[in-house]
């Protein structure tokens, strides 16, 4: 299944693909995830095509600066980040509010304690 996102503005925009539907994400409850109210998916980078050219993002690291947090420079929304999973994989944490067709409150929604960690 291929979705279509976006930030607000649309200056970022990208493709997703995914093996089916999206029925549930991921809340952290880190500082940064439930400052800005992420639900994420995660998906392998080589399902992900950026429209956007990397210089038209701006990107924010914290912490142990192992995730870029990508968010647009007119209009402030975070449609994702990147970073690698356990076995070392590019990887996207796809904020799911972002994605056009998904309707957050009909997600599974599964507690992470980022804050712990």
Sequence with gaps: ?????????????????????????MECNCSICSK????????????VHLRTPDADVSTYT???HAIRHVFCPVCGVAPFGRGKDGD???????????????????LRI???DGRSR
Excluded: W
């Design 36 to 47: 800005r109210g992420y639900l994420l998916a995660f998906v392998p980078a080589a399902r």
């Design 88 to 106: 070392g994989n590019e990887t996207f944490a796809i904020n799911v509010r972002c994605l056009d067709g998904v309707d957050p409150h009909a």
């Design 1 to 25: 299944m291929k979705y279509e996102g976006s930030c607000h503005c649309g200056r970022i925009a990208f493709d997703v693909e995914s093996d089916g539907a999206i029925e549930q994400a």
């Design 62 to 64: 914290f912490n142990k």
């Design 110 to 112: 599964q507690p992470f």
